[in-house]
T-cell receptor, first 117, second 114 residues
Framework: AQKVTQAQTEISVVEKEDVTLDCVYETRDTTYYLFWYKQPPSGELVFLIRRNSFDEQNEISGRYSWNFQKSTSSFNFTITASQVVDSAVYFCALSEARETSGSRLTFGEGTQLTVNP | DAGVIQSPRHEVTEMGQEVTLRCKPISGHDYLFWYRQTMMRGLELLIYFNNNVPIDDSGMPEDRFSAKMPNASFSTLKIQPSEPRDSAVYFC????????????FGPGTRLTVL
């Protein structure tokens, strides 16, 4: 069975601080996909990034960066120079490669990030 | 292109009433997912469809819940009879077939059962 754990329930930082959101996953598959979604106060779920299990290169997109370490089964998300608009709940998710399941996702519990001015 | 469309956005009903939530997936997407989000349980997958056929409904909480997908562009989630504990935000999402494809979520329906 697959599982995603986001141990940090809530994080509060002051604007311009860097913040890292942790994600640890469990799966028996060798091929799988990891995702991060953002849920701002307005409620919608917004896709941020996808990473496949064969690609351990870190990725940077503006102030966002992701660190995928297969050895520790972690896929952490860092926001550099945080801004108030980054305040949201962030979800990590896992999709196993199955012909009949499409992109069925297992979500973590989410981390509520609050960035204070 | 339009994203996933859900209606209504908000629904307030009384216990015992029937509730029907609607979803229009993104055109061309093979998979449709229904989720429920609550503070206590987080995001739960209720059921998902592939090419209009239900694949896994193990997340449907009780027989009071049912879902249909009569065609590729429409799905419903029905609760009959509704109970206060069904109060939650219900999301519909769709994706292309491959498991590496991200799911695109609708705006959600906030259901309140009094």
């Amino acid at each position: 069975a697959q599982k995603v754990t986001q141990a940090q329930t809530e994080i509060s930082v002051v604007e311009k601080e860097d913040v890292t959101l942790d994600c640890v996953y469990e799966t028996r598959d060798t091929t799988y996909y990891l995702f991060w979604y953002k849920q701002p106060p307005s409620g919608e779920l917004v896709f941020l990034i996808r990473r496949n299990s064969f690609d351990e290169q870190n990725e940077i997109s503006g102030r966002y960066s992701w660190n995928f370490q297969k050895s520790t089964s972690s896929f952490n998300f860092t926001i550099t120079a945080s801004q108030v608009v980054d305040s949201a709940v962030y979800f990590c998710a896992l999709s196993e490669a199955r012909e009949t399941s499409g992109s069925r996702l297992t979500f973590g519990e989410g981390t509520q990030l609050t960035v204070n001015p | 292109d339009a994203g996933v469309i859900q209606s209504p956005r908000h629904e307030v009903t009384e216990m015992g009433q029937e509730v029907t939530l609607r979803c229009k997936p993104i055109s061309g997407h093979d998979y449709l997912f229904w989720y429920r989000q609550t503070m206590m349980r987080g995001l739960e997958l209720l059921i998902y469809f592939n090419n209009n056929v239900p694949i896994d409904d193990s997340g449907m909480p009780e027989d009071r819940f049912s879902a249909k997908m009569p065609n590729a562009s429409f799905s419903t989630l029905k609760i009959q009879p509704s109970e206060p504990r069904d109060s939650a935000v219900y999301f519909c999402a769709s994706s292309l077939r491959q498991s590496y494809n991200e799911q695109f979520f609708g705006p959600g329906t906030r259901l309140t059962v009094l």
